[in-house]
């Protein structure tokens, strides 16, 4: 878990190590394949499965648009890492669409 929040950490300073970690259960065995657990910003099947299954289900962002947007936002933020923890890129996503607190 701490390992998770050092990682969101270098991106929001602030960041709330319960929202990290209801993140982290909310994946839950995912996080144990290493494929599973980093995100593919040039893999378009990988991202409209962020947006459809995290934006969408998870966040209730129904508009398709501003749910890409927000993930390109952090492709950009991160594009300085070559392999993006999905706890981070979901944190950034969830902190973007200004819906942590429903978490």
Same mark, same amino acid.
């Given at each position: 878990?701490?390992?998770?929040l050092a990682d969101v950490q270098r ?18 065995? %995912? ?34 648009? %501003?749910?890409? %947007? ?23 996503? %969830? ?9």
């Amino acid at each position: 878990m701490s390992d998770y929040l050092a990682d969101v950490q270098r991106y929001d300073a602030d960041a709330d190590a319960g929202v990290v970690e209801k993140i982290v259960k909310h994946l839950g065995i %995912a996080l144990r394949s290493r494929d599973a657990s980093l995100v593919s910003c040039s893999d378009p099947s990988e991202l409209a499965r962020v947006r459809e299954k995290w934006c969408g289900k998870k966040l209730g962002e129904a508009d398709e648009a %501003a749910a890409d %947007a927000v993930i390109a936002r952090v492709c950009e933020a991160m594009k300085g890492d070559r392999q993006k923890q999905r706890v981070t890129f979901y944190y950034l996503v %969830a902190r973007d669409m200004g819906r942590l607190g429903d978490l």
